[in-house]
T-cell receptor
Framework: AQSVSQHNHHVILSEAASLELGCNYSYGGTVNLFWYVQYPGQHLQLLLK??????LVKGIKGFEAEFIKSKFSFNLRKPSVQWSDTAEYFCAVTPSNDYKLSFGAGTTVTVRA | GAGVSQSPSNKVTEKGKDVELRCDPISGHTALYWYRQSLGQGLEFLIYFQGNSAPDKSGLPSDRFSAERTGGSVSTLTIQRTQQEDSAVYLCASTLMGLMGTGELFFGEGSRLTVL
């Protein structure tokens, strides 16, 4: 079974700082990769996804993620965070042509104004 | 409805009681998932429905847990003889055809269960 590791449990930043959240997965085959975000008091929603093609994917709100197959990684980045980016971020993976989405433990990001 | 609806949003129960959690997926979504989110943990997969069938129940923690889906729509997760370790947020998600389609799960706001 695949597993997903998120390196940081809690990240605290100031506004305008750059953000990078690490995500590694363990699965030897082809995968589909996702980042989901949960803003305070809201439901989980999709931030971005990678199925195939350009390994650098862009999502909503200025976020991007890079798939590095050789490193089994799918790190999330944002060049300049805003206070409104305060949220919990989850990396998720599923083998291609599978239905089960496995999530990491999540990273809480706190952005100080 | 516009989104995935879950009820109750909050449930406090005594150890040993049974609870039912309900999920109304987005209309037309054939795939439905239940996950459990415990404090400091990721989302733990519980069960997956395609239509009314559950091809994968492997995530259900014990035989105290069961789930059904009727009419290809509403799903109910039942926990019998609740234990304190069942305390968590239970999340329901739906998607149009499954992850091989758009790849996006639409989540409800969850049902927070507290077992005293």
């Amino acid at each position: 079974a695949q597993s997903v590791s998120q390196h940081n449990h809690h990240v605290i930043l100031s506004e305008a700082a750059s953000l990078e959240l690490g995500c590694n997965y363990s699965y030897g085959g082809t995968v589909n990769l996702f980042w989901y975000v949960q803003y305070p008091g809201q439901h989980l929603q999709l931030l971005l996804k990678y199925f195939s093609g350009d390994p650098l994917v862009k999502g909503i709100k200025g976020f991007e993620a890079e798939f590095i197959k050789s490193k089994f990684s799918f790190n999330l980045r944002k060049p300049s965070v805003q206070w409104s980016d305060t949220a919990e971020y989850f990396c998720a993976v599923t083998p291609s042509n599978d239905y089960k989405l496995s999530f990491g433990a999540g990273t809480t990001v706190t952005v100080r104004a | 409805g516009a989104g995935v609806s879950q009820s109750p949003s909050n449930k406090v129960t005594e150890k040993g009681k049974d609870v039912e959690l309900r999920c109304d997926p987005i209309s037309g979504h054939t795939a439905l998932y239940w996950y459990r989110q415990s404090l400091g943990q990721g989302l733990e997969f519980l069960i997956y429905f395609q239509g009314n069938s559950a091809p994968d129940k492997s995530g259900l923690p014990s035989d105290r847990f069961s789930a059904e889906r009727t009419g290809g729509s509403v799903s109910t997760l039942t926990i019998q003889r609740t234990q304190q370790e069942d305390s968590a947020v239970y999340l329901c998600a739906s998607t149009l055809m499954g992850l091989m389609g758009t790849g996006e799960l639409f989540f409800g706001e969850g049902s927070r269960l507290t077992v005293l």
